[in-house]
């Protein structure tokens, strides 16, 4: 029990240090404005937290911290200039809602900021889907001018991706604050997966789905510009890391957690190209999660399968042996 | 005498049809998000519902429970005529704005399963009672809702504006009112627990399935 | 890949997730796959049925006495109500005790009588769908769609009942919620 809550604080701790530096990166972007959207939507995250796990009569302990690497998942998610109390009230929707309300972290089946993600989408998508030119800094408090749509929306509606590879690896394109930072998100992965502090499996999964599929029915005329676009915009890179990857949410077996991510990148990379739907992949990983929940409930079934076999095998064999013992003894 | 006065009375509060029966659902969720919805809603629901049970209690107890449960679908379905010529009359815009769910309120399960399972185990005088307080109960939770959604979701009341700082688009919609009633059943659920003495919280759902 | 946009169409067009039509009925169905079975195979054969015989009644109504709709609709519902418990007592006497129960719960339900004005809504604003065959397949398809919901609630239904969920929320509280979220995450897709 100790060893499994210690796990969780590490990987955390791991979490927290990727997104971290993804919001460094923002603010050399976006500057202190994104630093304090950050930091309202953790403080928010972690204030609700605390009054969800009062209200559930339960200790707060250092696992419950959960709550802020969510708020600052969602706060990634959002323009760096995003109203203030949108925010706020998709943290609230994202921790209260979307997680205690069905037990908290012990009983996980939403990915809180995703859930949190579809919520502002459908009640304030303008304010969402608009954003800063990298560069441009807004003060605390300043209305927002010259906002832009992303360049994933411009990808997905014609085709074109006008940046260089270098511009795109440093994440210098208009898009959601933590999501564009293509060369950090990527090293984040691989160290999360080797610290099995994400799903390698479901990571693995979604970037062969968006990848194949992006090679089979390309967006544009070139299949190598197709796949790498289609991994580097609408989040993709994003969401396969911190939402499908989640280990709370995605199947434990690798396998399952393969085919599960799998579809995700797929349908999603679908609905991209069908019906240039930015972000797809969110929304798809919210639809989804009755198959992860499935998949879970499968597993658990092979573990209690497994452990009354072994039980059986165990008790047969001590059986024999005491048989045996029986027999040499009358034997001698 | 108290277990008596919650039989009556419960329908209002601490038995309310919506948030602790889960009947009659569909039109909050959809139609309720706005005041004018949940009045029109109100005056067709407690109308078709108490009249339609009035006449069913009528009926001869004897009859199969099939045959009673087609005679009760049918008074309900013939007492919505006159409900929605009423309406026609002094709440046109409430028809074309509820839409189907303006007949479905006929055949809502108080009407079609409770009178058998509850009102009909009553005397005439009690059964009234406890009827209007069922039907109150589903009013407040209507005024409620509809009140709660058109403020936060349209930043009005009445259709007259109120300043709002912030609104929730999503609260007007089908989702919005899922999310709303499932919030409002459990803070209804936890004041219930506060206020009641048997510390015991369970309404119908099958609870507490334990995790292995 | 439109199998994919097809999907999500059955979804968007969902009796539960965008109208709320048989919640009440999907909780119950969820419960166990036994009822799961039960519920929404009774379901599907009402709404299929039914929406064929509503076809007629349609074809035969006229416009003056739209009002009578409703009972018209009822007696149908009530007829198929008696003939399907006819029925599985003449021909699956061994399962009748247990599936009279479904069919109880699923006769007079807004599932069903949803169903039936949906169809006649849809097919009021689309001439091309008023014709037997289009009544049909959209009963079936409503069935269908009933039959996805009660899954994606089945999923997820040890969990919205498992002791960690506060007991304030848990059960129907809490499955309302997760039905908003899904129906939320559908309704982006549009």
């Given amino acids: 029990m100790l060893k499994k809550a210690r796990k969780e604080r590490l990987v955390w701790l791991d979490i927290m240090i990727t997104l971290l530096t993804l919001e460094l990166m923002s603010y050399f972007y976006y500057g202190l404005r994104s630093v304090f959207l950050a930091g309202i939507c953790v403080l928010t995250g972690f204030a609700a937290e605390l009054v969800s796990v009062r209200l559930m009569k339960r200790k707060f302990t250092a696992d419950d911290m959960t709550c802020t690497s969510d708020a600052l998942i969602l706060a990634l998610m959002f323009p760096a200039v995003m109203d203030y109390h949108i925010s706020v009230i998709a943290v609230l929707f994202a921790i209260i809602v979307a997680k205690n309300i069905f037990g908290g972290r012990i009983n996980m089946i939403f990915s809180p900021a995703a859930a949190a993600y579809v919520f502002v989408l459908t009640s304030w998508e303008r304010q969402l889907l608009q954003y800063t030119e990298p560069h441009v800094k807004t003060g605390l408090f300043e209305t927002p001018a010259n906002l832009v749509k992303s360049a994933s929306y411009v990808f997905d509606h014609t085709g074109s991706f006008s940046h260089t590879d270098f511009e795109v690896l440093l994440g210098n394109f208009s898009g959601p604050a933590g999501a564009v930072s293509i060369l950090l998100l990527a090293v984040a992965a691989v160290i999360l997966m080797m610290r099995r502090s994400i799903s390698a499996g479901a990571f693995l999964g979604t970037i062969f789905g968006t990848g194949l599929f992006a090679v089979i029915t390309p967006i544009v005329s070139s299949r190598a510009d197709s796949l790498k676009y289609s991994l580097v915009t609408n989040m993709v890179l994003f969401s396969a890391i911190y939402i499908v990857s989640d280990l709370r949410i995605a199947p434990r077996r690798d396998y399952y957690a393969f085919f599960y991510g799998l579809f995700i990148g797929v349908i999603s990379y679908v609905l991209v190209l069908t019906g240039a739907k930015e972000n797809a992949i969110v929304i798809v990983s919210v639809l989804f999660t009755p198959v992860a929940l499935g998949f879970r409930h499968l597993e658990k079934q092979i573990d209690t399968a497994a452990q009354e076999h072994a039980s059986e095998v165990t008790e047969a064999a001590n059986a024999n042996a005491a048989a045996a013992g029986e027999e040499a003894v009358s034997d001698d | 005498m108290t277990d008596r006065k919650k039989a009556l009375f419960g329908g209002v509060l601490g038995d309310n049809i919506v948030l602790s029966g889960l009947m009659v659902i569909s039109p909050v969720i959809i139609c309720g998000d706005t005041l004018k919805n949940a009045e029109a809603l109100i005056y067709a629901f407690s109308a078709i519902t108490f009249l339609s049970v009035l006449i069913s209690s009528f009926v001869p107890k004897k009859l199969p429970y099939t045959a009673k449960v087609i005679i009760y679908a049918l008074i309900s379905a013939l007492v919505y005529i006159p409900v929605k010529l009423a309406a026609r009359e002094f709440y046109p815009e409430s028809i074309e704005r509820i839409g189907i769910y303006y007949p479905l309120l006929a055949v809502n399960s108080l009407i079609v399963f409770q009178t058998e399972a509850k009102f009909f185990r009553m005397k005439k005088g009690d059964m009234i009672v406890s009827l209007l307080s069922c039907i109150i109960g589903f009013d407040i939770v209507m005024l409620l809702t509809g009140f709660l959604r058109e403020l936060f979701a349209y930043g009005t009341i009445n259709s007259r504006i109120v300043d709002v700082n912030t609104l929730i688009g999503g609260l007007s919609q089908p989702f919005g009112g899922f999310i709303f009633l499932g919030l409002m059943c459990g803070v209804y659920r936890f004041i219930r627990g506060l206020v009641s003495r048997n510390s015991n919280n369970d309404v119908r759902s099958d609870a507490d399935v334990s995790d292995k | ?190």
């Fill in chain 3, 1 to 190: 890949m439109f199998l994919i946009n097809d999907l999500i169409a059955l979804l968007a067009a969902n009796l539960i997730l965008s109208q709320a039509l048989g919640t009440s009925t999907i909780f119950i169905a969820a419960g166990s796959r036994k009822n799961l079975i039960g519920t929404a195979g009774v379901i599907t054969v009402f709404t299929t049925i039914g929406a064929a015989a509503a076809y007629l009644i349609d074809l035969l109504l006229q416009p003056s006495v739209a009002d009578l709709r409703l009972l018209f609709y009822t007696i149908v519902i009530g007829a198929l109500y008696v003939a399907l418990l006819a029925a599985v007592y003449r021909f699956a006497n061994r399962w009748f005790e247990e599936l009279r129960r479904y069919i109880h719960v699923s006769a007079f339900n807004c599932a069903v009588m949803g169903t039936l004005f949906t169809i006649n809504s849809r097919a009021s604003m689309d001439g091309t769908m008023f014709n037997l065959g289009g009544y049909v397949s959209a009963g079936l398809e409503a069935g269908i769609g009933f039959i996805i919901a009660a899954l994606i609630l089945t999923a997820a239904y040890r969990k919205l009942n498992s002791s960690k969920v506060p007991a304030s929320f848990r059960g129907f509280p809490a499955m309302l919620v997760y039905l908003g979220i899904i129906s939320m995450a559908v309704y982006s897709l549009k």
